[in-house]
């Protein structure tokens, strides 16, 4: 009889979804701002929170870090290292967007576009963004809790089944056992 809960056996299967759901965000922000790394730059300089030029390095530099935390999150690779870095950028992505709403700045977030001023009579409608990226930031701290998935880097670095959730080919193995009979598992190295 089987003594984990569904929960146990559903988890590594939603921290997939939502793992490959994040490095898709992270990877098509990145890839969309890497092309064009000076309005990027300018993106970043719309906000008004820093000099013009650190909005350029830190606009030169954020796609790199938006690819390197997707690339990570797409393999299951430092998984928890990865979730922290994404909450923390979303959280700065709030920060920036609610600063640019309650100064009354008439700009693109940047966020999927190359971002900056936008064109006299366009208004921004930041709510939408800010409550994308809360999702986005739920999604990067549900996996700071369960970084376990399926088909990750970590699980066949860690073997993590001593810890309770087993690796990808013991499940399996569960799966191929029948429910009366239980085979002996085979010993870890």
Same mark, same amino acid.
């Given at each position: 009889?089987?003594?984990?809960?569904? !929960?146990? @056996?559903?988890?590594?299967?939603?921290?997939?979804?939502?793992? =490959?759901?994040?490095?898709?965000?992270?990877?098509?922000?990145?890839?969309?701002?890497?092309?064009?790394?000076?309005?990027?730059? @300018?993106?970043?300089?719309?906000?008004?929170?820093?000099?013009?030029?650190?909005?350029?390095?830190?606009?030169?530099?954020?796609?790199? $870090?938006?690819?390197?935390?997707?690339?990570?999150?797409?393999?299951? =690779?430092?998984?928890?290292?990865?979730?922290?870095?994404?909450?923390?950028?979303?959280?700065?992505?709030?920060?920036?967007?609610?600063?640019? !709403?309650?100064?009354?700045?008439?700009?693109?977030?940047?966020?999927?576009?190359?971002?900056?001023?936008?064109?006299?009579?366009?208004?921004?409608?930041?709510?939408?963004?800010?409550?994308?990226?809360?999702?986005?930031?739920?999604?990067?701290?549900?996996?700071?809790?369960?970084?376990?998935?399926?088909?990750?880097?970590?699980? @066949?670095?860690?073997?993590?089944?001593?810890?309770? $959730?087993?690796?990808?080919?013991?499940? =399996?193995?569960?799966?191929?056992?029948?429910?009366?009979?239980?085979?002996?598992?085979?010993?870890?190295?």
């Amino acid at each position: 009889m089987d003594e984990r809960t569904g !929960w146990t @056996r559903a988890q590594p299967w939603v921290s997939l979804l939502v793992r =490959l759901g994040l490095a898709g965000i992270f990877l098509v922000a990145g890839l969309l701002k890497v092309t064009d790394l000076a309005a990027n730059g @300018r993106a970043v300089n719309a906000y008004q929170i820093m000099s013009y030029d650190a909005a350029m390095v830190v606009g030169a530099i954020q796609p790199f $870090v938006e690819i390197v935390v997707g690339l990570l999150l797409l393999v299951g =690779l430092a998984t928890r290292l990865a979730a922290w870095l994404s909450a923390g950028m979303m959280v700065a992505f709030i920060a920036g967007i609610s600063s640019a !709403w309650a100064r009354g700045l008439n700009i693109d977030c940047g966020c999927f576009s190359k971002g900056g001023q936008l064109p006299p009579g366009v208004t921004p409608n930041y709510l939408p963004e800010i409550l994308r990226d809360v999702a986005f930031l739920a999604m990067a701290i549900f996996l700071i809790i369960y970084p376990v998935s399926r088909f990750s880097l970590d699980a @066949r670095l860690d073997r993590p089944f001593s810890a309770g $959730v087993p690796a990808d080919d013991d499940v =399996l193995e569960e799966d191929s056992e029948s429910s009366e009979h239980t085979a002996p598992r085979r010993e870890r190295a």
